[in-house]
C-alpha cells in the first residue's frame, strides 16, 4: 500500500466562533491509501483540544508500517484524527476493490437522508437573533454557547426562530452553577438537548444533578473505553469520527452506547463532505444528527454531499464508499 498525506484548506462562508475562539477557514488532512491501482481516501480535521495539529496528525500517519490492514490499525493508532482518516480512506478502498459500498461490506441497510442541526456560532445577542431569523426554516438548529452571559443569546435565538427546535452546545464553557441556573429556562425556552454543559474533566457535578432537559457527553466521550465514565451525568453521547478514530470504531461505539441506554448524536468537525460522508452511515436513526460541516464551508469537495429539506444525504460512490 502507498499512503499519501496533504493539507486542504476550506474557507468558511463566515466566521465561526465557539467558547474557544474563532475561524475564518477548515484545515484538513486528507489521507490517500492506493493498492493495485485502486485509490480510497479519507479526511480528518486534527483539534488543538486534544493537542493535535496538522503536525502531528501527519507525523503519527507517516510512521505506519507498509502493510497493514484495518483490523490491525485500531493496535497501531490511538483514538483520534489520524486513525480516522486512514480507517475511512481503508472503508473506502476495499469498497472500490469489492465493486460494493460501504455499508454492504458493514452489514448495514442501505442510508437515507437525515435531518441535521445547522450551526450558529457565539455572536452577540442581536447578530445571533439575526442569524436565527436568517435560518429560522431549518428545523434544527444548534447553538453554540458557552459563557458567564448566555441567557440573553439564547432568548435572542427563541426570538429570530419561534418554531425550530433547539439545541445548544455549550463546549465546556459552563461551570456547575451556571448550568443549574439555566437548567430552567432551557426548558421554557423549548431546548431539547444540551452538550457539553461542564468541562470534561469536571463533570462529576453532574451525578445527582437535576437534568430537566437531556445531556450529552462530547469532550468526554470518544470512543467504548469512555462509556464507564458517563454513569450518570449524561443521557446521550456525541459520536465523532475525529473522535473515535473512524467509522469502525464510531459503529462499534453507537452499538454499545445504545446496549447501554444511551440515545445517539453523531456529530462533527468543521470539515468537508469528504468528512461527513462515513458519518452519514453512524447517522442512521440517531436521536440528533449534526453534520452540517460543509453547510458552514464557502467551498467543498467536487461531487459533494446533498443537503435539502429531507437532511444530508448519503454520499455517492464518486464521493466516498
Known amino acids: 500500500m502507498r499512503i499519501e498525506v496533504s493539507r486542504d484548506v476550506f474557507r468558511l462562508a463566515q466566521v465561526f466562533t465557539i467558547s474557544r475562539g474563532s475561524r475564518t477557514e477548515a484545515k484538513v488532512l486528507t489521507v490517500r491509501i492506493s493498492d493495485g491501482g485502486v485509490m480510497g481516501w479519507g479526511e480528518c480535521v486534527p483539534y488543538a483540544r486534544y493537542d493535535e495539529t496538522l503536525e502531528s496528525v501527519t507525523a503519527e500517519i507517516e510512521a505506519l508500517p507498509e502493510v497493514f490492514t484495518r483490523a490491525s490499525l485500531y493496535d497501531l493508532l490511538p483514538a483520534g484524527a489520524a486513525r480516522n482518516a486512514?480507517?475511512?480512506?481503508?472503508?473506502?478502498?476495499?469498497?472500490?476493490?469489492a465493486g460494493k459500498r460501504v455499508w454492504e461490506l458493514a452489514g448495514l441497510a442501505a442510508p437515507g437522508p437525515e435531518i441535521t442541526a445547522y450551526t450558529l456560532s457565539l455572536d452577540t445577542p442581536e447578530k445571533m437573533q439575526a442569524q436565527a431569523a436568517l435560518h429560522a426554516y431549518r428545523p434544527l438548529l444548534k447553538i453554540k454557547l458557552g459563557t458567564p452571559d448566555d441567557m440573553p443569546r439564547l432568548e435572542a435565538v427563541r426570538a429570530g426562530a419561534p418554531d425550530a427546535q433547539i439545541i445548544i452546545d455549550a463546549n465546556e464553557g459552563w461551570s456547575a452553577e451556571v448550568y443549574a441556573d439555566l437548567a430552567p429556562h432551557l426548558v421554557r425556552l423549548g431546548v431539547s438537548l444540551?452538550?457539553?454543559?461542564?468541562?470534561?474533566?469536571?463533570?462529576?457535578?453532574?451525578?445527582?444533578?437535576?437534568?430537566?432537559?437531556?445531556?450529552?457527553?462530547?469532550?468526554?466521550?470518544?470512543?467504548?473505553?469512555?462509556?464507564?465514565?458517563?454513569?450518570?451525568?449524561?443521557?446521550?453521547?456525541?459520536?465523532?469520527?475525529?473522535?473515535t478514530g473512524g467509522l469502525t470504531e464510531a459503529l462499534a461505539l453507537r452499538d454499545a452506547a445504545l446496549a447501554e441506554g444511551y440515545d445517539v448524536m453523531v456529530g462533527c468537525m468543521v470539515g468537508s463532505s469528504l468528512a461527513m460522508a462515513p458519518a452519514t452511515l453512524v447517522a442512521q436513526g440517531a436521536r440528533v444528527v449534526d453534520l452540517d460541516g460543509p453547510l458552514l464551508l464557502a467551498e467543498d469537495r467536487e461531487d459533494a454531499l446533498i443537503f435539502d429539506a429531507a437532511g444530508v444525504h448519503p454520499p455517492t460512490a464518486r464521493l466516498w464508499g
Do not use: F, T
Request: proline content about 8%; overall charge negative; glycine content about 4%.
Open 194 to 243: 444540551v452538550e457539553q454543559p461542564l468541562p470534561a474533566g469536571e463533570d462529576d457535578a453532574l451525578i445527582g444533578m437535576d437534568r430537566p432537559v437531556p445531556v450529552c457527553a462530547d469532550e468526554s466521550c470518544h470512543d467504548r473505553s469512555s462509556l464507564p465514565k458517563l454513569k450518570g451525568k449524561y443521557d446521550v453521547v456525541n459520536i465523532k469520527l475525529d473522535k
Open 86 to 97: 486512514v480507517d475511512c480512506a481503508l472503508w473506502d478502498l476495499e469498497a472500490k476493490q
